[in-house]
């Protein structure tokens, strides 16, 4: 079945703790795409990955950061999160057909 | 990149009326897509039309296109309570992409 799933699901943490948000893809996709989505904006784009090592800047980069290393992976890394990236987080692959999405992360940073 | 505006933004109607939404877009597209997004889920795949079509049916959705106009939209029969969720368009160009934006959805809201 294709997947995309995302790890952890619920995240409560504090200010400035280091945090990562894994995901995973199953169906060898070569894009994969991080966004959030806060209240009447939408789904923003953080960062996306063309292809292994390849990864650019989305729309509302700021505070994040992203690896690909392998195909399948794309974790999103907080290296000092702040309150105001408290948000729902979503992964996404894209086969050049379908978008597909993960459940979601939900983040609180207090 | 490419990114779908969704219009209206929030849409409230009674089961068993039908539901419309549209998008535009302003880049040339190879296909455009619409998903569904239930509250604080992540979207699901609905429909996909590509540039050459210009009508598609899945059950009760109805997808038209017109490149002319750069726009598109769904259209829900016969709507059900469970058909409250935001809808949004993702208009797609080719498989070698760069960003893939979303608009803000429109929030469909089915009373019973």
């Known amino acids: 079945e294709a997947q995309v799933t995302q790890n952890p699901r619920y995240l409560i943490t504090v200010t400035g703790k280091k945090l990562t948000v894994t995901c995973s893809q199953n169906m060898n996709h070569e894009y994969m795409s991080w966004y959030r989505q806060d209240p009447g904006l939408g789904l923003r784009q953080i960062y996306y990955s063309m292809n292994v090592e390849v990864t650019d800047k989305g729309d509302v980069p700021e505070g994040y950061k992203v690896s690909r290393k392998e195909k399948r992976n794309f974790p999103l890394i907080l290296e000092s999160p702040s309150p105001n990236q408290t948000s729902l987080y979503f992964c996404a692959s894209y086969s050049g057909n379908t978008i597909y999405f993960g459940e979601g992360s939900w983040l609180t940073v207090v | 990149s490419q990114q779908g505006e969704e219009d209206p933004q929030a849409l409230s109607i009674q089961e068993g009326e039908n539901a419309t939404m549209n998008c535009s877009y302003k880049t040339s597209i190879n296909n455009l897509q619409w998903y569904r997004q239930n509250s604080g889920r992540g979207l699901v795949h609905l429909i996909l039309?590509?540039?050459?079509?210009r009508e598609k049916h899945s059950g009760r959705l109805r997808v038209t296109l017109d490149t002319s106009k750069k726009s598109s939209s769904l259209l829900i029969t016969a709507s059900r309570a469970a058909d409250t969720a935001s809808y949004f368009c993702a208009p797609l160009r080719s498989y070698n992409t760069d960003k893939l934006i979303f608009g803000t959805g429109t929030r469909l809201q089915v009373f019973p």
């Open positions: 039309i590509r540039s050459n079509e």
